[in-house]
Every structure is written in C-alpha cells, then in structure tokens.
Antibody, heavy 119, light 106 residues
Framework: QLQLQESGPGLVKPSETLSLTCTVSSGSISSSSHYWGWIRQPPEKGLEWIGSIYYSGSTYYNPSLKSRVTTSVDTSKNQFSLTLSSVTAADTAVYYC???????????WGPGILVTVSS | DIQMTQSPSTLSASIGDRVTITCRASQSISRWLAWYQQKPGKAPKLLMSKASTLESGVPSRFSGSGSGTEFTLTISSLQPDDFATYYCQQYESYYTFGQGTKLEIK
C-alpha cells in the first residue's frame, strides 16, 4: 500500500519561506501514470490545490499562488518538495501531499502537517 | 477559474436515511469530477472519480451522478461511519474543490 509522509517545520515566521518534503514509500515516485501534488487546508476551511510535479520535473501551479511556489522532485530519495515564499498568516494551514492520477483526482494522501505562520 | 459550489453546507440526518449532496460547477466540466470524504484530523479519502466511478473498497451505498455543471453524491442508507465532511473536486481545468458539506447526526 502506497504511503506518503509530509515533513518540515511546523512554525514559520512571516515573510520567510515555508519548505516541506513528501516521502513516498511502498511505491515509486517515478511512475509514468501519476503526478504528485500539494494541497492545503486552513483551519476549519476547505481544500486548496497548490501545485503538482511529474517525476521528470515538469510542474504546474495554482495561478493564485504561482509567483510564490516552487516544487521539486528527487527520484533517488523517492521524495518531492514544496517551497512557498513570503508567507503570511493566511498561509497557516495543514499541508497535504498526494498522488495525482493523470486524469486529475488525488488517490493517495499523506496524513498532513500543520504549518503555522507566526512570529 | 472554475468555481465549485456545494449544497447544503451542513446536512443533519439519521442512520438509515438516504441523503444527497449537490455540487455545481461555474462552467461545464464534462464528467471530470471527484468526491472525497474527510473525517476530523484526517486526510481526505477519494470515494469516486469521473462523477460516478467508485474507488475500490468504497461501499456500494455511495453513488454519484451528473455531467456538465451539476453533480450529486448520494448515500442510500446512512451508516455511523458516514458522518463526515464531503468535498467535490473538478479536474477539467487545474483543480478546485467545493467548500464542503458537513454531514451530521440528527
């Protein structure tokens, strides 16, 4: 059973950069049939897609966040990563990594990591 | 941007009830729609894709229908494990989620 696990700091200061990594286990990140994505959920709110990446490094991002988002992939470690720059309190959320089927639905999710933006 | 609107926002129902949640898209998304179930403190779980294709292991009491701009998720006979928040998601153009429908015990 494929597993994903987010890791990174739980607290980030305003104006700094949020960095998270997702480690994929019991499966290969180099699957030709899937992308990998990041989704976030502010406390007591809904879900927002942030961006997605293919094992080749091809990326695409939510237009509303594109100027601040970068994703990367490390196939040797079976990991992919997210950086979000110039964070504010509005970026406080649970961040999920997930596997994205080519058609566009997210079939496996990590448990999520709460990132709080505060000084 | 394609906006997704779910109704109702909250739904109170009893064990054994048949319930329906509606999801409307701001423009046609064909059948590029998924439904998720989320329980408190947990990640969303994919229930179905392409509007009506159930994921493996999802009980048959869940069903989906619709195309274009209007979609429904129906639970034929509510079980205790079904009380959760449900989200729709379009994947016609990028990915956007509905605001969620919280299914509560009456």
């Amino acid at each position: 059973q494929l597993q994903l696990q987010e890791s990174g700091p739980g607290l980030v200061k305003p104006s700094e950069t949020l960095s998270l990594t997702c480690t994929v286990s019991s499966g290969s990140i180099s699957s030709s049939s899937h992308y990998w994505g990041w989704i976030r959920q502010p406390p007591e709110k809904g879900l927002e897609w942030i961006g997605s990446i293919y094992y080749s490094g091809s990326t695409y991002y939510n237009p509303s966040l594109k100027s601040r988002v970068t994703t990367s992939v490390d196939t040797s470690k079976n990991q992919f990563s997210l950086t979000l720059s110039s964070v504010t309190a509005a970026d406080t959320a649970v961040y999920y990594c997930a596997r994205l089927k080519l058609e566009g639905d997210f079939d496996y999710w990590g448990p999520g990591i709460l990132v709080t933006v505060s000084s | 941007d394609i906006q997704m609107t779910q109704s109702p926002s909250t739904l109170s129902a009893s064990i054994g009830d048949r319930v329906t949640i509606t999801c409307r898209a701001s423009q046609s998304i064909s059948r590029w729609l998924a439904w998720y179930q989320q329980k408190p403190g947990k990640a969303p779980k994919l229930l179905m894709s392409k509007a009506s294709t159930l994921e493996s292991g999802v009980p048959s009491r869940f069903s989906g229908s619709g195309s274009g701009t209007e979609f429904t998720l129906t639970i034929s006979s509510l079980q205790p494990d079904d009380f959760a928040t449900y989200y729709c998601q379009q994947y016609e153009s990028y990915y956007t989620f509905g605001q969620g429908t919280k299914l509560e015990i009456k």
